[in-house]
């Protein structure tokens, strides 16, 4: 039996979806209760998010 | 039976997601409660998820 | 039936995922609650993160 490679891209998507879903949907809430944040709001969330996808790509090119 | 790579870079990014996540979630979270400490959160935030971050790419150099 | 060392070192990266993300979460929240204490939440938040991170890099290597 062999688990094909697509199980552990899953797995990242997984992770990347748990993670990307928190910063997101925290991101709209705070918008949402301080509209006059959103600039500061979407910078850190751009960073924050910018920093996982590009960590869900690595695993994806490395652990091949 | 084999279990390729990228399943263990999948818990990688699983773990890395969880971790960004809760990080991202409450930085926001705390910029939306109090914008005028977003110089410090976004200090904070960059900190801790640049230890997490490492820490998941030297997992998926040094795991391999 | 081998599992590869690249899933340990993604379940070390889960573990610590949990740890740093409640570590950063509860540190962000605190310093939007009372940013004047953002010294000494970011000084204990840097102790702690230090020695689970710490214990992460030792597992990847010790565990090898």
């Known amino acids: ?3 094909p490679n697509l199980v552990g891209a899953g797995l990242i998507v997984i ?3 748990i993670g990307l ?3 997101g949907g925290s991101a709209m809430e ?4 301080q509209p006059e944040a959103t600039g ?3 910078t850190a969330m751009i960073i ?4 996982l996808e ?10 091949k």
Not at 30 to 33: D, N, Q, S, T
């Open 48 to 51: 924050i998010a910018a920093l």
């Open 15 to 17: 992770g990347a979806g």
């Open 21 to 23: 879903g928190k910063i």
């Open 40 to 42: 500061k709001i979407q």
């Open 54 to 63: 590009g960590l869900a790509f690595g695993a994806l090119f490395l652990g």
């Open 30 to 33: 705070g918008i949402a209760r």
């Open 1 to 3: 039996m062999t688990i």
